[in-house]
Each structure stands twice: as C-alpha cells, then as structure tokens.
C-alpha cells in the first residue's frame, strides 16, 4: 500500500507529475489570465502548494491552524509575482511533497490507524487528499498552458 500510496503523490501513472506540468514554462507569462479565467497560472500553483503544505502541517503538527477557506488558500486576485517568487512556490511544493513521503514511507507511520491529534483522520486519507488535490489542479494548468499556449513547441500538437 505503501508503495502504491507514494506513486500516486508522485504522479506519472494516471496523471501528469507536477514537474512536467510546469517545465519550461515561460516567464512572462505567469501573471497573465486565460479568457474567463480569475486567475493566473502562478495563483494556481501557489493554491496547489498552500493545499498541500496545510494538509502535511496538519498531519505532523498538533498545534497547527488551517487558513480560512477559502481566501487562504489562494494568493489575492490582484497578488503578482515575479521569477523568485515563482521559484519559492515550486520549491515551497516539491520540499513539502518529500516530506509526505517521508511520512508515507516510514514503515512507523501507521497509514489508518488514527492520528494521535485528530481522531477520525489518518495519514492514509491525507495522503489520498494530498495527491487527489494535486492531481486535479495539475490537470487544470496543464489545459490553462493549452488555452494560453505555453506550452513549448515539443509539446504542441
């Protein structure tokens, strides 16, 4: 299950891993809106990043408090960023990624039995939450990356 749990966080089987997803991915670009879109691509990775950086805190943390959904989950509409910032929400997601791993394969970790802070939850089902979130929002930027055409030309079809 272990093994199984930690290919599913990765991605690559059903879905699009979250590196591919955003390689190449141009600069100018990051805090322009698709038509009809509220927000920009960096908006939704960094939702991506702060969903699961609040579901990994919560697992390892007893004392940790969830942001108000749903203002903060998001960057404000009108928050930009520049190619540091970008950068941070990228690594901000890969770091809290292997850390969950790290839980998930532990062979302590109990994957259903309880978490001693939050009865009625288990790492099993945040782990589950954790990459079914992702994999969503993965799908998504990858057709906003189709809808602005960001994609590099290797990609275009």
Not at 37 to 51: F, G, K, M, N, Q
Not at 57 to 72: I, N, Q
Not at 77 to 84: L, N, V, Y
Request: proline share 9%; net charge negative.
């Amino acid at each position: 299950m272990r093994e199984q749990l930690l290919a599913l966080l990765r991605g690559g089987n059903a879905h699009m891993p979250f590196d591919e997803a955003v390689a190449g991915f141009p600069m100018e670009a990051i805090n322009l809106r698709a038509p009809d879109v509220s927000y920009t691509p960096w908006h939704l990775l960094e939702h991506i990043r702060r969903t699961q950086w609040d579901i990994l805190e919560f697992v390892r943390d007893p004392k940790h408090v969830s942001p108000p959904w749903p203002k903060g989950y998001w960057p404000a509409p009108d928050e930009q960023t520049g190619a540091a910032k970008w950068e941070q929400t990228l690594a901000g997601f890969r770091g809290d990624l292997k850390a969950l791993e790290e839980i998930v394969a532990d062979p302590q970790t109990d994957l259903t039995g309880d978490i001693p802070h939050a009865p009625g939850y288990n790492i099993l089902r945040e782990a589950l939450l954790a990459a079914d979130h992702t994999a969503y929002h993965i799908g998504e930027f990858a057709i906003l990356r189709q809808v602005m055409g960001t994609w590099p030309a290797s990609r275009r079809g």
